[in-house]
Antibody, heavy 115, light 107 residues
Framework: VQLQQMGGGLLKPSETLSLTCAVY????????WIWIRQSPVKGLEWIGE???????KYNPSLERRVSISIDTSKSQFSLRLTSVHAADTAVYYC??????????WGQGTPVTVSS | AIQLTQSPSSLSASVGDRLTITCRAS??????LAWFQQRPGKPPKLLIF???NLHIGVPSRFSGSGSGTDFTLTISGLRPEDFATYYC?????????FGHGTKVEVK
């Protein structure tokens, strides 16, 4: 199983962050698909997750601004974070959940929010 | 949200040393705790899940124990490739939460 991340980069405050994670070599069924971010200030932060049926769980600290979607036909899932600000600067990871938690990870995408 | 307190935040060690890292949860989480190793520029790598289950392919010098609120990760016989940062994760409740990490450095 490989997870390949796309998107990210440099954003201005108030813009929307969009990231996609493509899953290769495995089915999306029966697993949770997760977004996590890491910054020097906050460390590792779980953003949220989605299952193959589209059921979602979000971190309450981000819930008003975050949405995660899944496209099983394309074998990918996506993160959308609105109204970004400097505190959203981090490396963003996608990962697969399961009995063995966070077994597979994407390569990580640096996201910088700066005017 | 459940808070995970890791200690120490950093330590200096030598090859061959036996290390213990602790993770304390702010409320009981059964055995729903995992340990990860992270090297610079890489995503975390799963070592142990369900408190004491060694993931396939992880060397047996790594071991985990604990339940409820107190957990430990032990490395018996530190190897050069083990100098890294270690994190605990609870998957008992949402939102999932991580410890702040323990950086293992060369003495």
């Amino acid at each position: 199983v490989q997870l390949q991340q796309m998107g990210g980069g440099l954003l201005k405050p108030s813009e929307t962050l969009s990231l996609t994670c493509a899953v290769y070599g495995g089915s999306l069924n029966n697993f949770n698909w997760i977004w996590i971010r890491q910054s020097p200030v906050k460390g590792l932060e779980w953003i949220g997750e989605i299952n193959h049926l589209g059921g979602t769980k979000y971190n309450p600290s981000l819930e008003r601004r975050v949405s995660i979607s899944i496209d099983t036909s394309k074998s990918q899932f996506s993160l959308r974070l609105t109204s970004v600000h400097a505190a959203d600067t981090a490396v963003y990871y996608c990962a697969r959940g399961g009995i063995a938690p966070l077994l597979y990870w994407g390569q990580g995408t640096p996201v910088t929010v700066s005017s | 949200a459940i808070q995970l307190t890791q200690s120490p935040s950093s330590l200096s060690a030598s090859v061959g040393d036996r290390l213990t890292i602790t993770c304390r949860a702010s409320q009981a989480i059964g055995d729903d705790l995992a340990w990860f190793q992270q090297r610079p520029g890489k995503p975390p790598k799963l070592l142990i899940f369900a408190a004491s289950n060694l993931h396939i392919g992880v060397p047996s010098r790594f071991s985990g124990s604990g339940s409820g609120t107190d957990f430990t990760l032990t490395i018996s016989g530190l190897r050069p490739e083990d100098f890294a940062t270690y994190y605990c994760l609870q998957d008992h409740n949402y939102p999932r939460t991580f410890g702040h990490g323990t950086k293992v450095e060369v003495k």
